[in-house]
C-alpha cells in the first residue's frame, strides 16, 4: 500500500490537495483501519502527505516531501519523472562528492584509507568481468567509505542516498553492459589520492570521475526533452 500509494503521488497520478480515507484505502488494497493508519503515518512522515481532522489524509505539494528519502527517490526514478530525477541527483553528487573525498584525505583512518584501494581494485575486477550485481555492490561500499570517512556529518548522511542512486541507474538499465574503463580508473586514483591524503588530487579525480557519470546521462536528458 505504501509502495503504490507513494509511487502515485510522485508520479502525480495522486495530485496536490487530492484527500485520501481510510475507508477507500481499506477497500482498495484489503487492509485493516490499523494497517492504512499506519501506511499513512510513514507517507506523512516523508512529506507526501499530511493528515488533519474533519479533511482527511491530503496528498502535499512535491516543496513538502522528503527528497531525500531513498524510497521517495526510487520511486520517482521509477516514474515519468526519472530523468529529471537523475539529473538532480548527479548535480547532487558534483556538488558533494569531490568535496567529501578530499575530506576523506585528510581524516579517514588508517583502515579506510587501505579499504578503498582494496575496493577500487575489486571494481576493477568485478566491472571487466562483467559482474555488474557484485559491481554495483562494491561501488556503493566505495561511495559510502569515503562520505562516512569525510569528517562531515552532513555529507555523511547522503551516503543513503547516493546509494539509491547508483541502484537506480543498474536497475534501470542506465549503465552499460561493462563499466567505461575510465571511470575504473579514476575510482583507483581517487582511492590512491585517499590513501596517500592528497586531498587535492582526490577532490579533482572525483570531480573527473562524476563529470564523466553527468556526460553519459547527457543523451538521455535530451531525448526526454526533446532537445
Do not use: C, K, Y
Amino acid at each position: 500500500m505504501v509502495d503504490t500509494v507513494g509511487r502515485e503521488i510522485t508520479d502525480g497520478r495522486l495530485p496536490d490537495g487530492h484527500v485520501l480515507t481510510l475507508d477507500v484505502l481499506e477497500e482498495r488494497f484489503g487492509v485493516s483501519r490499523t494497517v492504512a493508519r499506519e501506511g499513512m503515518r510513514i507517507l506523512q512522515s516523508m512529506g507526501l502527505v499530511t493528515s488533519r481532522r474533519r479533511v482527511g489524509i491530503t496528498v502535499q505539494p512535491r516543496d513538502s516531501w522528503n527528497v531525500f528519502d531513498p524510497r521517495v527517490i526510487w520511486w520517482r526514478l521509477t516514474g515519468e519523472g526519472r530523468d529529471a530525477q537523475l539529473r538532480s541527483l548527479t548535480e547532487l553528487r558534483i556538488a558533494v562528492e569531490p568535496l567529501a573525498a578530499a575530506a576523506a584525505a585528510r581524516n579517514a583512518s588508517g583502515e579506510v584509507r587501505s579499504r578503498v584501494v582494496d575496493l577500487s581494485a575489486t571494481m576493477r575486477a568485478r566491472g571487466e568481468a562483467g559482474e555488474l550485481d557484485d559491481f554495483l555492490e562494491v561501488d556503493i561500499a566505495f561511495h559510502t567509505a569515503l562520505l562516512r570517512s569525510s569528517g562531515n556529518e552532513m555529507f555523511e548522511a547522503l551516503a543513503d542516498v547516493v546509494a539509491a542512486v547508483l541502484r537506480g541507474r543498474t536497475q534501470l538499465g542506465l549503465m552499460p553492459h561493462q563499466p567505461v574503463s575510465q571511470a575504473l580508473t579514476l575510482h583507483e586514483q581517487v582511492a590512491e589520492a585517499v590513501a596517500d591524503a592528497r586531498s587535492d588530487d582526490a577532490e579533482g579525480a572525483m570531480r573527473e570521475l562524476l563529470t564523466e557519470v553527468r556526460d553519459a546521462m547527457v543523451p538521455v536528458w535530451r531525448r526526454s526533452s526533446g532537445g
